[in-house]
């Protein structure tokens, strides 16, 4: 017997519309590309949404078709989320941080029709431009006054385009399952793979994002997320802004310690959101200026171990629980976080740091196992650990254009991940599985490797790469970037980790160098250090 209540869909329409009519006046502030601060309400927001979403239709753009992004963190991007989902089309976020090659791969692969530009990009298309198979013209996210010089082709202003379109626009109804947002993951090997979100999904992961065991967004949260809302949607919190009317703050093109400080001091967050460079540029600058945050309680952090330090520093300086996350672009993002619980303000410190560490617990609508090789489920025990699977309608079942699903029998999605569960139900991740690290049979986790060498004070960064041994087959390496001025041997950095780590997990070597190569989402690149390090120990 079915139930007898109604069958509305879940719409991203109906966030922006919730919104205007709940949330009228709650403030979206954005650093704009341009330069000031640029202010207004998400009432604001939801007319120039209905503008675009006229101005989209007069492009003569169709439900299905895939529109472009190429921006960081402002109002005109928040505005595009909504317009173009809102009539049916799907937007592509692309990240610009990529290379040009996996650029041009993405927008063919999906089929642009149009690009909505940031001015900072408009060198980076015009170097590929001759290369785009689909895109009909380009939009400039700027006002007329600062439309810039430019060798592309079928430009238009963005102001100048929703400028005479009218604010009344009626969005259509359809299926919930219709495709909202597609984001490409930036892996290390191969093209980029699509993952395409629905209504249904994103709001449902929206719930999630926002839920007291998570976030804990509400109408008098003011939340900067640093996050990019070209990675994975800002892990959802723009539409979390439209469902609560929190007071949103976007950080914009600059993402160092001192602009965001500033943003923080003005507008005063009390959530933060970022991965841990970020974290780590911020509190360097609060160190070196000899300032703390006030406003802000809560810092999610994820998309990398968050190491102890950094938890330690922001609760010790200034007061702020650094709640670790984990999830990845399949999973929409979110698939873990570490809730602060009654039992957390009653124990110890450093034992909740033990917990701060973990990735968390997963929610309702998310299920999690781990298994060996072979596909036998391992126990939650915080003994065992093995590939991390996970499934739920905010999961991915297929990538982008593939013909073949990507889960398993049973309905899994393998992360990729390798992971303990331990008793209580909180997520460890122990490393990518292609990065953990085989030595004679036993595995070593780099992620621990590395969290303990970064709570060394002369060490700024650390990565931990498996290289060849004869003896062991692959035995660990330690690069480490050393703090400005500051003086560290091998053997002081091999002392200091003695008692934080199995005997045998200790570094056969350590590397120091001025740099480590990241990816386009700011993890470390290790694919390149494995190749020119490989012989490393057996030369
Ligand atoms: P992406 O799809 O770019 O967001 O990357 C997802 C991957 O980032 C995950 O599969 C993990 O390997 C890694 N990741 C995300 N959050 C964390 C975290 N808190 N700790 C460790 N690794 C993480």
Not at 85 to 95: A, D, E
Not at 238 to 263: C, H, N, Q, R, W
Request: net charge negative; proline share 4%.
């Amino acid at each position: 017997m079915l139930g007898n209540m109604q069958d509305g869909h879940l719409l991203i329409s109906g966030l922006i519309e919730h919104a205007e009519t709940y949330h009228t006046d709650s403030q979206i502030i954005s650093r704009t590309v341009e330069g000031p601060i640029h202010r207004y309400t998400l009432k604001d927001a939801a007319n120039r949404s209905r503008k675009l979403a006229n101005a989209l239709d007069k492009l003569g753009l169709k439900q299905g078709d895939v529109v472009g992004t190429l921006a960081w963190n402002t109002f005109r991007h928040f505005e595009l989320y909504f317009g173009v989902s809102g009539i049916g089309c799907v937007v592509n976020t692309i990240n610009p941080r990529l290379f040009p090659e996996q650029l041009t791969y993405i927008i063919n692969h999906a089929e642009n029709q149009y690009l909505f530009v940031d001015l900072s990009f408009v060198g980076l298309l015009e170097s590929i431009s001759h290369s785009l198979e689909t895109v009909k013209g380009i939009i400039i996210l700027t006002d007329k006054e600062h439309m810039p010089e430019t060798t592309l082709q079928n430009v238009m202003c963005y102001e100048e385009l929703i400028a005479d379109e009218s604010e009344e626009y009626h969005w259509p109804n359809f299926d919930e399952n219709t495709a909202s947002t597609l984001c490409y993951t930036s892996g290390t090997t191969g093209n980029p793979k699509g993952v395409l979100y629905s209504h249904r999904s994103t709001i449902l992961h929206t719930w999630i994002v926002s839920s007291g065991n998570v976030a804990k967004i509400s109408s008098s949260s003011v939340i900067l997320p640093v996050v990019p809302m070209f990675h994975v949607n800002a892990w959802g919190i723009p539409y979390a802004t439209a469902m609560f009317g929190a007071k949103l703050v976007l950080p914009g093109p600059l993402l160092d310690g001192a602009s965001i400080f500033e943003l923080i001091d003005q507008e005063k967050p009390d959530l933060l959101m970022g991965v841990p460079t970020v974290w780590l540029g911020l509190l360097q600058y609060l160190n070196e200026t000899n300032q703390t945050l006030e406003s802000v309680k809560t810092a999610l952090v994820g998309g990398a171990a968050a190491p102890r330090a950094m938890i330690q520093e922001f609760e010790e300086k200034h007061n702020v629980f650094l709640m670790h996350g984990w999830g990845m672009t399949e999973m929409s993002p979110l698939g873990t976080a570490t809730a602060r619980t009654a039992e957390m303000d009653i124990m110890d410190v450093e034992s909740r740091y033990d917990l701060q560490q973990r990735q968390g617990k997963t929610f309702y609508g998310v299920e999690m196992i781990i298994t060996d090789d072979a596909g036998k489920e391992l126990p939650k025990d915080g003994e065992a650990f093995g590939r991390l699977l996970v499934r739920g309608p905010t999961v991915v079942e297929r990538y982008f254009k593939s013909n073949e699903s990507a889960l398993d029998k049973n309905g899994w999605f393998d992360t990729g991940d390798v992971a303990k569960i331990h008793p209580e139900g909180a997520m460890e991740i122990v490393d990518r599985s292609k990065d953990v690290i085989k030595s004679g049979g036993e595995w070593i986790s780099s992620i621990d490797l590395e969290n303990a060498a970064v709570g060394h004070p002369s060490v700024a960064e650390a990565c931990v790469i498996g290289v060849l041994h004869k003896k062991w087959d692959e035995r660990p390496l330690l690069l480490v970037v050393k703090v400005e001025d500051q003086d560290l041997s091998k053997e002081e950095m091999l002392v200091f980790l003695e008692d934080k780590v199995a005997k045998w997990w200790l570094p056969d070597d350590v590397i120091f160098v001025t740099e480590l190569p990241h990816t386009a989402t700011g993890k470390l690149l290790k694919t390149d250090l494995r190749d020119q390090y490989k012989e490393h120990l057996i030369k």
